[in-house]
């Protein structure tokens, strides 16, 4: 099988702060706990009410934080849930394992799931698929301000991360991937959520990803992360950079994306990606990614934002939500996308109420002709002499001009003279 992430089992069992740093395997990422020595380094940056807070998460150590997730109120959530939540979308997470420990996600919130790399699909000794799971829809908890996006779908766990690093394998194999993409396809979800990535153009991924789209599910995939990625060069990352699936990066609290994320071609959206407020493994809450942006959270984000939308335009299907969400996506120029943010970022309550038709600047929507699409920038443009049209109107004027004050200032001459006092 060909190797797709390599970690430290030491990382994970460290009382810890998440902090995105990620475990490269191969050619590719995954983010995963990172030692507790490692929290308190290099987070100057980071509010110290945050920083306080994520200090305490720490294994076997049950806490909930209060605080509504910031992205939330950054992708009106409030208002989205007036028009969805979810309710009766099966989101799968191809990771990790969801912890069904955690209060996050009782019964009645994970439906079904499969491992691929021995133990329980609802178990996450990782933490990683437990925390992107609570992105996209965790449940309310008393004294806790977690709760998903798509607050009421359905979390369909399938684990293609093992529990310990397996050095013959190295960490996630492409054959493991594309196997647990295909059977989410098979168990009915409808979004597939891929926070893992690979510089690898493999043909089991490519088929894995073409199957999930025929049985009518959009699969959305990390558009990677530079920081912990073995290959840190700009460039496609694999599944996010087959044309069916919707490549994410991420962003920073000022919502612009950030060197953190890989750019390229490849990619469609963005999403937020630092100081995450989410569950954490089988104990409760925590803050993720103080350090930097992580993609598997941003991907987390865009795939609960489609969940809302395949709720509200069921019938719209894999295309239709893909192409909704890029068109309404936030950016500087409606008819341009750049390889550091695709199209721009993730608008919920945009997606869910927008009225599109052929004249919408931007992606080209399903069926639709392709037309050009502008690249943003300045360009510098040769300023030579020329001459000027209207010079001879211009002389006239002038001349005019001079002649009339001329005769302005003789009369006030004679009127003065006029004026002055004989003797």
Known sequence: MTPLVRASGAAR?????????????????????????????GTAAVPVGVRAAAEKCEEGVTRYLPATPAALTRLGANRAWQLATGRGIIVAVV???????NR??????????????????????????????????????ERSGVVGLARDALILPVKVV?????????????ADLAKGIAYAADQGATIINVSLSTTADDPR??????????????????????????????????????????????????????????????VDLVAPGRDVLTSWGAWGD?????????????????SAAAALLAQRFPSAGPAGWKYRLEATAARDRRDA?????????????????????????????????????????TERIAVGAAADPLVGDRRQVVWVAVAAGTAVLGLALV???RRRPTA
């Not at 996050?104 to 990683?128: C, I, K, M, Q």
């Not at 093992?162 to 492409?174: C, K, L, M, S």
């Not at 959009?218 to 069916?244: F, H, I, K, M, W």
């Not at 052929?358 to 943003?376: L, M, Q």
Request: aromatic residues 4%.
């Open 205 to 266: 991924l490519r088929d894995a990803v073409r199957h999930a789209t025929e049985r009518g599910a959009l699969v959305v995939a990390s558009a990677g992360n530079r920081r912990t990625a073995e290959d840190p060069a700009d460039g496609p990352r694999y599944p996010a950079a087959y044309p069916q699936v919707v490549a994410v990066s991420a962003a920073g609290p000022d919502d612009r994306v950030t060197d953190d994320s890989v750019h390229g071609s490849h």
């Open 104 to 141: 996050h996600f009782p019964d009645s919130a994970l439906v079904g799931g499969r491992s691929y790399v021995g133990g329980s699909p609802r178990t996450d000794e990782r933490t990683h698929g437990t925390s992107v799971a609570g992105v996209i829809a965790a449940r309310p908890v």
């Open 95 to 101: 990771d990790s394992g969801v912890s069904q420990r």
């Open 337 to 377: 996308r750049d390889d550091r943010a695709g199209w721009g970022m993730v608008q919920p309550v945009e997606a869910l109420t927008a009225v599109l038709d052929d004249r919408v600047a931007g992606p080209v929507g399903p069926g639709a002709k392709p037309r050009p699409t502008e690249t943003p920038g």
């Open 162 to 174: 093992p529990d310990e690093q397996r050095e013959e394998d190295g960490e996630v194999a492409v």
């Open 286 to 302: 925590c803050y993720l990614s103080q350090e930097g942006s992580s993609t598997s959270f941003a991907t987390a984000y865009v």
């Open 13 to 41: 069992r460290a009382a810890a702060t998440v902090l995105a740093a990620g475990v490269v395997v191969g050619p590719t990422v995954l983010a995963v706990p990172a030692s507790a020595a490692s929290a308190g380094a």
């Open 415 to 417: 009127r003065l003279v």
